[in-house]
Every structure is written in structure tokens, then in C-alpha cells.
Nanobody, 121 residues
């Protein structure tokens, strides 16, 4: 069993910063791609950022230059540093991972339960 646990959400003023974390716990042999998604009220879930096994990253146009995703493979943890936050960044942020439980298993996809980020003055 694997759990992805997000943390770091909260209330922040426009222009402020937050750092989200997502830790994978349980039976983890290897983690491949990890991503941060977000879902604002009344909107569909959207991809915010992705980090691949080699450390390369992709970002949605709406967050490029403001958000930075990183990973600590030793801790099975990814981070999302969010700077210059805007009102429209308000959403529940979800962590997603493709990983293998053992060397004998195929990759499986997991979601965290989300952490709420509210940008408000």
C-alpha cells in the first residue's frame, strides 16, 4: 500500500509564497513521474507541473516563472515552490505519482488527497 500525503497549503495574500510537499510512504521501489495538479471550485482538475525521473520539469503556462517543482529521491518527496501567488491560483492541489512497489511490479498511478491553497487579500 502506498500513500501520497500533501502538506503546506494555507491562506496567503496575493504576491506571497507557499511551499507544498508531497511524500510517498509505504512500499515504494521506484518513483517515476510525479506531478502537481490543482482543481479550483467549479473547474476541472488541471496539470500544474511535472517532474520526470531525470529531474527535468514541465509547467503549465499559467505558472511558468512563478512555480518551481523539485524532488528528493532519497525521501520519496516532491516539492512545489509557489511564488508571486495570484487570486486565480486558489485551488486544491493534488500530488500524483507513477511508481513501482517492487522490482517485479509494473508501474501504478496514485493520487494524494489534496491540500487547499487560498490566495486572498
Amino acid at each position: 500500500q502506498v500513500q501520497l500525503v500533501e502538506s503546506g497549503g494555507g491562506l496567503v495574500q496575493p504576491g506571497g509564497s507557499l511551499r507544498l510537499s508531497c511524500a510517498a510512504s509505504g512500499s515504494v521501489f521506484n518513483i517515476y513521474t510525479m506531478g502537481w495538479y490543482r482543481q479550483a471550485p467549479g473547474k476541472q482538475r488541471e496539470l500544474v507541473a511535472t517532474i520526470f525521473n531525470d529531474g527535468s520539469t514541465n509547467y503549465a503556462d499559467s505558472v511558468k516563472g512563478r512555480f518551481t517543482m523539485s524532488r528528493d529521491n532519497a525521501k520519496n518527496t516532491v516539492y512545489l515552490q509557489m511564488n508571486s501567488l495570484k487570486l486565480e491560483d486558489t485551488a486544491v492541489y493534488y500530488c500524483n505519482a507513477d511508481l513501482r512497489h517492487t522490482r517485479y511490479d509494473g508501474a501504478m498511478n496514485y493520487w494524494g488527497k489534496g491540500t487547499l491553497v487560498t490566495v486572498s487579500s
